[in-house]
């Protein structure tokens, strides 16, 4: 068994009665609690073989560690092993490194920052031929990413700084790193020096600008090897926010932040040495540093220290619908949509259209498709990015028809569209809650995505105790808070109860388990497809579905109605002729030669309704 497993959930057994040779043994079983007369001992699990089992006859409960783990919420499988991305590995050049000497004007540079030559040139600190800073990164001995710093104030127009390009974006200063102390993350490489100079060790500058959060994903393996992060972000509007960003990135990890009343270390070691002394300067920044603020998800807030919404910030995401986005205003971080409506509605396939629309836009999503295999998941995709212009028919014996299918003469343009963009759950195991959250987290902290799909909940494995419906609650409030710790719009598909006789549309009572489903989203979407008796009355003629918006919390529209019409080849809802032609960006980069082949390969299928 692997050991790591063991170390990872040890912790989550409670307190431990004892340590027998193989056995590890719990104080209370933590199936049963021991019963009803709390009996100790119970318990065991064998640290060679990782198998456990309850000695207590009403339990008895039997299994391995990772059965034990999903009980306790405790992930242990390797990413690899339930989760695959779409998105190959990013193939980084090798930097040229021509450039080991450092220039005298360097040195003085960095001397009028307080910044010794020493320090420099542990740093590996040198100078190009035309007089600029060049700092190298390196991972494991080997130079990955090279940034360039002009020696003085910009002019106008003018780059203070600039990266080699094609280079991997990784941490200044990770070789000289060492585990079991917290690292220290500064906003820029003059900042990284400055601690070096007073002796912090593990101090680390990120690559690029604070909008560039690349470091993470190529950073992240080798940032699991520490426990804890110290933030030291800029003083001002855009440190603040990439303090915030970070925090949410890196909240699996115990974080810190340094706050201070000057800009950054390199202004705070150079004013306090102008006031006072360079050791006092020094002493006042290990201050700071130690005396980082924990950050914790605390129980009790007052209300003045809660910050306001900046409304100019809430960026919402179109839905690329008009008349939808009139009404709702789009898509929101923090909410919770339910999508439902009966089998054969089309329910799934407007979702799926809605996702495309906020990933053209781009906003990268991550999809449970519980119902479809990847494969079909991706043929729908295909259909619909394509648009009935740019597919193509096949010819079926069996319905003795030609039917609309993707052209493979796009098939190039329509990866590189998805290509680390859409990313899908794929799992040969089942599929549970926590397996598809904890999915969910690592892509929200990892790659930073913002948009999530579950459909649906029915096939949905719920770990836990409690009926379907006790279950059903407990997974719909993790969704909700893991959409407001993320900033997330969470999209989630709910499928109806059996209708009631008579009972032709759904409605926001017909979503089958518990009532927490509709009384926790931030909306309830529900999607009808007509029947031809009602296509025959005026108001519906030639439309059809139904979309019936139950509920928005945000807007408070409450039994909004929207007529959609349906296209058979691409699978594509609209509410008007814009909608149904509109041609996604990959077609931007179709050739003249493409074009030809096109026309060639027009659709010949026939609606069947």
């Given amino acids: 068994m692997d050991h790591k497993h063991l170390f990872k959930i040890t912790p989550y057994l409670g307190e431990l009665q004892s340590e027998k040779g193989t056995e590890i043994i719990p104080k209370y079983c933590p199936y049963c609690k021991g019963g009803q007369h709390h009996d100790k001992g119970s318990f065991a699990l064998n640290r060679e073989t990782g198998v456990f089992n309850c000695k207590r006859g009403t339990c008895g409960e039997t299994g391995n560690i990772y059965k034990l783990a999903e009980h306790l919420g405790v992930d242990l499988m390797d990413r690899e092993t339930y989760f695959r991305e779409t998105k190959p590995k990013k193939n980084y050049k090798k930097p040229d490194d021509k450039f080991n000497e450092i220039s005298n004007d360097t040195i003085q540079y960095f001397k009028s920052r307080m910044i010794s030559e020493e320090t420099l040139k542990k740093n590996k600190v040198t100078t190009d031929s035309k007089g600029n800073i060049v700092f190298k990164y390196y991972l494991d001995g080997n130079l990955e990413f090279i940034k360039y710093k002009l020696p003085r104030e910009p002019k106008k127009g003018e780059s203070k700084s600039w990266r080699e390009s094609g280079t991997k974006p990784i941490l200044y200063g990770m070789d000289e790193c060492i585990p079991g102390n917290p690292l220290v993350i500064v906003e820029g490489e003059p900042d990284k020096l400055t601690l070096d100079e007073v002796e912090i060790l593990n101090a680390l500058s990120i690559p690029s600008g604070t909008e560039d959060f690349s470091f993470i994903d190529t950073c992240w393996e080798w940032m699991e090897q520490f426990d804890e992060i110290i933030i030291w972000s800029d003083n001002d509007k855009a440190g603040r926010e990439f303090q915030q960003k970070t925090i949410n990135r890196l909240s699996g990890w115990k974080l810190k932040v340094v706050q201070v009343n000057y ?18 300067a020094k002493e006042e920044i290990r201050i700071a540093i130690d005396e980082a603020r924990v950050i914790k998800k605390e129980f009790i807030t007052d209300l003045a220290d809660v910050r306001r919404k900046q409304y100019q910030k809430d960026e919402a995401i179109s839905t690329g619908y008009q008349e939808l986005d009139d009404l709702i205003g789009g898509l929101y971080g923090g909410q919770l949509i339910v999508w439902t409506g009966y089998n054969g509605s089309g329910k799934s396939t407007l979702l799926s259209n809605v996702l495309l629309n906020g990933i053209e836009a781009d906003n990268p999503t991550f ?7 990847k494969e079909d998941f991706k043929e729908w995709m295909d259909l619909q990015l394509s648009g009935k212009k740019y597919l193509t028919s ?26 680390g963009k859409i990313f899908l759950f794929d799992t040969e195991d089942y599929a549970t809650d926590n397996k598809i959250i904890q999915a969910m987290e690592y892509m929200a902290r990892r790659e930073g995505i913002k948009v999530f799909a579950i459909d649906n909940l029915m096939t949905m494995n719920i770990s836990g105790n409690g009926d379907v419906n006790e279950k059903q609650g407990k997974l719909i409030l993790k969704l909700k808070q893991f959409s407001r710790n993320y900033n997330a719009v969470v999209h989630l598909v709910a499928h109806p109860r059996k209708p009631a006789p008579g009972q032709k549309r759904v409605d926001k009572y017909s979503i089958s388990g518990t009532a927490d ?5 931030d909306r ?3 999607f009808h497809r007509l029947t031809p008796e009602e296509r025959q009355k005026e108001q519906y003629s030639g439309f059809n579905n139904l979309m019936i918006i139950f509920k928005d919390r945000k807007f408070g529209v409450y039994n909004q109605e929207i007529l959609f019409y349906f296209d058979f080849f691409s699978k594509r809802y609209f509410t008007n002729d814009i909608e149904k032609v509109k041609e996604y960006s990959w077609t931007k980069k179709l050739t003249q030669h493409d074009k030809t082949l096109q026309e060639l390969h027009e659709v010949r299928a026939e609606c069947p309704f």
């Fill in 524 to 526: 309830v979407i529900g």
């Fill in 517 to 521: 489903i509709t009384n926790l989203a």
């Fill in 263 to 280: 800009k950054d270390s390199n202004e705070m070691l150079q004013q306090i040495t102008k006031k006072q002394n360079i050791e006092k």
């Fill in 394 to 419: 096949h010819y079926c014996p069996v319905k003795r028809q030609d039917i609309p299918v993707p052209n493979p003469i796009y098939f190039e343009y329509l990866d590189e569209f998805y290509n």
């Fill in 367 to 373: 999809v449970y498709s519980g119902e479809l295999a």
